[in-house]
């Protein structure tokens, strides 16, 4: 068997682990999950009329497609804390320096655990997009290979984050401490335009809020699903997920190589 063979068949049998530990154990999924949920329904119904006329809209459907992009983004940046801490957990209790002793493809660990985030993502963000529609989040503008780019867009997004998460994990010394470090990728979105639009924000802020990750994917999804402008934001997006994809597994497999535990 080659060694591509073998990587491939270990790195599918650690997604399978992975992968029936979110089934037997769906609490922490449901709980990163019910962030951007809830965040969706409070803002849309209590204060969606406010906030439509604040970005210039007419009734609440207007900023329910305002919102749904950046609650999507949100969910991706929830969902990967997950991935933190389930390799903080794999470390702190000992299974990965048991794995480094079995005659197993040494990057299988690590690929089972992003590869498992990810696919958890998507469906994460399939749930909340079904909550979007439902309460009247419409996208009829949209071509279906603007969908396809879209999907593509929040892949992307979703394993540039998880490898940042999964860096997270391993610098951890606990799951506590793990679930801690990644809270930025929930407060990100926070201080993005995916509530209200940069420009509206304080002059000293904007910046903040302009060059930081999400935003540009915001503004790029928000393009692809509503037909509004998407200028520049499109290959700042990619550049930055390229970026944090570079350093997530830099950072990951440089603390795995060295880490004796």
């Keep these: ?32 999950l019910l962030t951007p949920i809830m965040l969706l329904l409070l803002f849309v119904y209590i204060f969606g009329d406010v ?44 299974i990965m320096a048991r794995f480094r002793t079995m005659a197993i493809y040494r990057g299988s660990l690590l690929i089972g655990h992003v590869i498992g985030s990810v696919l958890q993502v998507l469906a994460s963000l399939v749930l909340v997009g079904i909550v979007a529609v439902a309460i009247g989040f419409r996208s009829t503008d949209a071509t279906p290979l603007e969908w396809i ?28 401490a793990a679930g801690n470090m990644a809270m930025p990728l929930i407060l990100l979105p926070l201080i993005s335009s995916a509530f209200i639009p940069a420009h509206t924000m304080p002059g000293w802020f904007q910046p ?29 997006t990619i550049l930055w997920c390229v970026a944090l994809t570079a350093l997530g597994y830099r950072w990951s497999t440089a603390q795995f190589n060295r880490d004796p535990k």
């Design 208 to 236: 903040i809020a302009e060059y930081q990750p999400f935003t540009p994917a915001i503004e790029t999804l928000r393009g692809l699903l509503l037909g509004t402008g998407i200028g520049n934001n499109w290959w700042i």
């Design 149 to 176: 780019a879209a999907f593509g867009l929040l892949t992307l997004f979703s394993l540039a984050l998880t490898w940042i998460a999964v860096g997270m994990g391993m610098a951890s010394p606990n799951p506590e």
């Design 51 to 94: 906030m439509s006329a604040g970005i210039g809209g007419t009734d609440r459907s207007d900023y329910i497609a305002y919102i749904v992009p950046g609650l999507l983004m949100m969910t991706v940046g929830s969902t990967v804390i997950g991935a933190a801490i389930s390799v903080s957990t794999d470390m702190t209790e000992g």
């Design 1 to 32: 068997m080659s060694a591509l063979s073998l990587a491939v068949r270990d790195s599918s049998t650690m997604l399978r682990r992975n992968l029936l530990h979110v089934r037997r154990y769906p609490s922490m999924t449901l709980n990163l």
